[in-house]
């Protein structure tokens, strides 16, 4: 049976410009807009030339290969002709293949924010469109408020999609705006446009997530008969965001109800690219992985061991409902107390370290992993410091270095010119091979000087850590007052993109820093020599 | 007309408790089970009595006073009677309103997970519902796997739905455990589920966001007939989460397609208190509240200056899917605040400070609090903080005491016996009312030390600050790598068990603490002469 083509249509660098604390350089722009193309999507939206310096420095040539590259802007002002707008000038001469224009689908709108008639409105919208296609691009019509807009008064909204239908729009694209349109108002709705005759192969759906329901609005759109999508990397965007493609992409392949009716550019092959993409895409925008976001996050197939574990390890088919692997994800049976002897003995494997059923040390291993649970580690967030900890249980790895002693000291004071300064410095005295290093160094607080401190000589292995990084640092107290254990979670990277993560826990935050800190120095060493087992998730 | 009853079943600290890296303490569950009864839920379920020791103690007593205080469990074991499974025996002894069973509804999982018939398995659901009857409690039944379970065998799926009804469960609950379930399917087997005689007023929905249609899911389910939805606070949960009730409440609240068919046991007041129950939950979290999160992140509402911002403040109503104010957020446009000052002259008010709306030092007010806000700080946890920055910049308060300097040392090294020792000792020099005061204490970390120094000798002010006690102390770092900007959070409380929070922001973690720990002192000298105004919300 013959799949009908859905169209995915990226609007991460236009709309996903619109989050808070979001903004792409030109730079960002090329890079994500490769990324994208790359990765199979239809089209790139890539900014709003003429509004800024950046988006008009983007569009000075086209930027994807196969991917069609698309300007956004306004549909023409009322009361000038097309040819004397300088908005839609700076649109036409833009480098891309396409044009989506914005138009206002809402009466209220029109008069209120506009100013202009009805019949002007859609006076725009048809001669935006014709002078796109003048000069050879295909156009799109994304209208504004488009279900709002039809609750409000039906005839108009249907006037402006069929007004940019008629004049040759290659997409009209129903934008829920506001986001607070239900699944069953879509469908309802886009059934009456395709009643109103725009055939849903020229439909596009826009929805945002304000009531927690982009992804759902998006399919029932599908569902209905729209043919294109329009979404974001991750979801970002204006407010809650906009419908998450990476989520719309993974479901479309691999649900039976929509795999077995529609197909989209991305083979199975990219999709196992699919968790990459969306973790180099927060990797650019420098933030966490969402470890909850569907097929890609870290938890996605994480199961804490409890009454799923075991049975999940039986049979993962029936545990899941994809296999994470069609995503390039994977399996994650977390370490933790509740976990028996078999689990243990997997999450070894897993790791690369084999153990026997009987071996003694086994039993040393599983018991010193709950008592270190029980007084606050939690060694499902910190892969590293668990394999570590196996490995010097099970006397599998050398001790590259001793602590002999540490100091931190953080003084606050006025300098001389009566300003109030802090000061923080760190002594490390560590005994490598035989060899006494004696280490100082100031840094922004007690963390960061024990830090530089501890990696700034490390005798014969110094130059092993130098492409050592500390990506991230969490401390979470576990319970109350400042005589509280304080659990400290340590993120590192290297030089070839690892992240591992490492504990430490102490009544003392600095104890506990100092403890994941070395870990993750040991670690590195010991992945260096090829002795670290499968990498912690991200 | 009257409306159909949507029941609400929280499930936050049980499913809840399977998200990676959540771990409560009694204590947590609790203060949480205190939020959710006083908001309005329908059933509170606790946890799993019996499986760990936190669960049981947490069923020791009834901790809800209106919500049904609900106990979570296994259904007996095949080939043993109810009165002999020891697993039951607690489940029954748990001082809980109502017990929650999972029972196994997908055949393949009875065989491969329970390794028992069919029969036997349906046995077990019959018999654990009556045990529960006999003792006087409510009783749930979640089918588990249903709808893969129903893909799979739609006989055997219904059976044991029926099973549990005819047995008298007040509720069977649909559950669609891996996550993986669309829309259109639960629409289309809820009904075939109340097409086989189990009424929709018996059954319940319980969803997770495997494919980010938690919510989607639920409300599909309501609409094809369940009255029950099972979810969990911001949608915390194994793997993607559960269905986010806090999403859900709201829907259902505020949107016409659901209140003007249905109502829950969340009025319209109590709706207003949405967004702090979330945050509440996140800071109880130690996490982040999520921006984007739908109705009540800090984004919801917010609009970056852009095509749409300024016809916002035309008509906000026409730009936003529901009105901020009625799940207790606000309205953001990121460039112009205009709402701003107002909102401060308001928030003054609430504590009891009166300032003219033309009086400059409002003005300075608001520009340090934006600047401070810019920096990491943040008010809206820590009130009494924002209580003192108002009261110092009018200029309405003494200066109790100045700090001259203080200095804090952590050292760790082996002591004469060979053990690892680490020392915190904090020093402290102070100026109180032109007395100087120097006290040095050591405690269990630096912050403790650094507590103990400054609350050792506050000269003329020691008598008055006797009961002041420090209750919780948190810590988040506000971006990644040991030399992030870090923030400190601190709880105080006194001998007539007023609490207040205050906070300190800075590069350096003692830094921070130090603010939190001085303005908690100067929030306590004001208290103590009727100055301090209504107290940090708790």
Redesign the interface.
């Known amino acids: 049976m013959t799949r009908e083509r859905i169209y995915l249509f990226d609007t991460t660098l236009r709309d996903g410009q619109?989050?808070?604390g979001v903004d792409f350089s030109v730079e960002d722009k090329i890079a994500i807009s490769a990324m994208l193309d790359n990765f199979g999507l239809d089209y790139v939206e890539g900014g709003y030339p003429g509004a800024n310096p950046t988006d008009t420095a983007f569009f000075s040539e086209k930027r994807t290969q196969k991917a069609s590259f698309v300007a956004f802007g306004?549909t023409k002002r009322a009361g000038v002709s097309a040819s004397n707008d300088p908005g839609l000038a700076t649109l036409l001469q833009a480098r891309s293949d396409a044009i989506c224009f914005?138009a206002k689908s809402?009466d209220?709108?029109v008069r209120?924010?506009l100013g202009c008639s009805n019949e002007e409105n859609l006076r725009s919208i048809r001669e935006s469109v014709e002078a796109a296609r003048a000069v050879g691009r295909e156009a799109l019509v994304d209208c504004e408020?488009f279900f709002?807009g039809y609750k409000a008064n039906p005839d108009y909204a249907l006037s402006c999609a069929r007004t940019a239908y008629e004049a040759g729009a290659r997409w009209v694209v129903l934008c829920d705006t506001?986001?607070?349109?239900?699944?069953?108002?879509i469908r309802e709705i886009v059934g009456a446009v395709i009643a109103a005759g725009i055939p849903g192969s020229a439909l596009g759906i826009h929805a945002h997530?304000?009531?927690?329901?982009a992804?759902?609005n998006s399919?029932?759109a599908v569902?209905a008969g729209c043919r294109q999508i329009q979404g974001t990397l991750n979801?970002i965007g204006?407010?809650?965001?906009n419908a998450?493609l990476v989520?719309l992409i993974?479901?479309l392949s691999l649900?039976e109800?929509?795999s077995s009716r529609f197909e989209t550019g991305i083979d199975a092959v990219r999709l196992e690219g699919l968790t990459n993409l969306s973790h180099a895409f927060d990797e650019l925008l420098?933030r966490?992985p969402n470890?909850?976001?569907?097929?890609v996050?870290a938890?996605?197939?994480?199961?804490?061991a409890?009454?799923h574990a075991s049975?999940l390890l039986?049979?993962p088919r029936?545990?899941?409902?994809?296999a994470p692997e069609t995503v390039g994800n994977f399996r994650k049976v977390?370490v933790s107390d509740?976990g028996g002897k078999s689990n243990f003995i997997n999450a070894l494997k897993r790791r690369g370290i084999d153990v026997g059923k009987d071996d003694p040390k086994l039993d040393l291993l599983i018991s010193i992993v709950k008592e270190r649970e029980a007084t606050g580690y939690?060694y499902?967030?910190a892969d590293a410091s668990f394999e570590l900890l196996a490995h010097r249980t099970l006397g599998t790895i050398p001790e590259f270095f001793t602590?002999?002693?540490?100091?931190?000291?953080?003084?606050?004071?006025?300098d001389a010119n009566g300003r109030i300064k802090?000061v923080?410095e760190a002594v490390v005295k560590l005994d490598v091979d035989g060899e006494q290093v004696m280490s100082v160094a100031e840094?922004?607080?007690?963390?960061?000087a024990l830090?530089l401190a501890l990696r700034k000589d490390l005798g014969k292995y110094q130059a092993e850590i130098a492409d050592l990084v500390?990506?991230?640092?969490?401390?979470?107290?576990l319970?109350?007052?400042?005589?509280?254990i304080?659990r400290v979670l340590?993120?590192s990277t290297d030089g070839d993109g690892t992240r591992w993560w490492t504990v430490g826990v102490?009544?003392?935050?600095?104890?506990a820093?100092?403890q994941a800190l070395t870990d993750s120095i040991v670690y590195k060493l010991m992945k260096n020599r090829h002795m670290a087992g499968r990498i912690a998730a991200e």
Not at 318 to 322: A, D, I, K, L, Q
Request: hydrophobic share 30%.
């Open positions: 619109q989050t808070p306004m914005v809402w209220y709108h209120v924010a408020h709002d506001n986001g607070g349109t239900q699944p069953a108002e997530d304000d009531t927690g329901q992804v759902a399919l029932a569902e979801g204006e407010r809650c965001g998450n989520t993974a479901t649900k109800s929509y420098n966490s470890h909850q976001a569907p097929y996050g938890s996605a197939f994480a199961t804490k409890g009454i049975a039986k049979d029936t545990y899941e409902h994809v977390m509740q939690a499902e967030g602590v002999d002693s540490f100091r931190v000291m953080v003084e606050r004071r006025f802090t923080s840094g922004d607080g007690p963390v960061n830090d500390l990506a991230d640092f969490k401390v979470r107290i319970n109350g007052g400042t005589a509280a304080t340590i993120e102490s009544e003392n935050i600095i104890d820093s100092f």
